[in-house]
């Protein structure tokens, strides 16, 4: 059997007719407040570039892309350690849901969580950074839970 499908929606965008939400683009992210035992980070503005991959006929639509060279500084008392990701990173894992997103960093692992509206999106992050061999090597690995948002540029 042959089915030909010519209304909106059977593209995959979640059959409705409307569109699902769509992450393709420019976007400048930032996560604040990575609290973990004996230290605090934040990263610089990264620049990500999303794609919504081709998926099934299912209502939620998946994404990847690439961040842009960034840095992660860490601060513990007077201390400070600044990581440069000057290769930058993948996008991977994206998906999005009934205005929920999810993603992850490839390397180093960022896992977010977070809300899709309007051009913005934010939420929660979870990374886990290596800072042996720094000026910070006594705090070791780290597991470090932030803030993080991302505007359409």
């Not at 913005?120 to 886990?128: E, N």
Request: with cysteine; net charge negative; glycine share 16%.
């Amino acid at each position: 059997m042959v089915i030909l499908c010519g209304f909106p929606g059977c593209d995959g965008s979640g059959g409705t007719g409307i569109p699902g939400p769509n992450v393709s683009g420019r976007w400048v992210y930032r996560a604040t407040e990575l609290n973990g035992t004996q230290v605090s980070c934040s990263t610089s503005q990264v620049i990500l570039t999303l794609v919504r991959v081709p998926g099934s006929l299912r209502v939620d639509a998946r994404f990847s892309g690439s961040a842009f060279a960034f840095q992660v500084e860490c601060v513990q008392g007077e201390r400070t350690v600044i990581l440069r990701f000057t290769n930058g990173t993948s996008v991977v894992n994206g998906e999005i849901q009934d205005g929920l997103v999810a993603f992850d960093f490839g390397s180093p692992d960022f896992i977010h969580t977070g809300t899709l509206a309007n051009g913005s999106m934010g939420g929660t992050v979870a990374t886990r950074l290596d800072l042996s061999g720094t000026p910070l090597s006594g705090v070791g690995v780290v597991n470090l839970v932030g803030q993080w948002e991302a505007v359409r540029d």
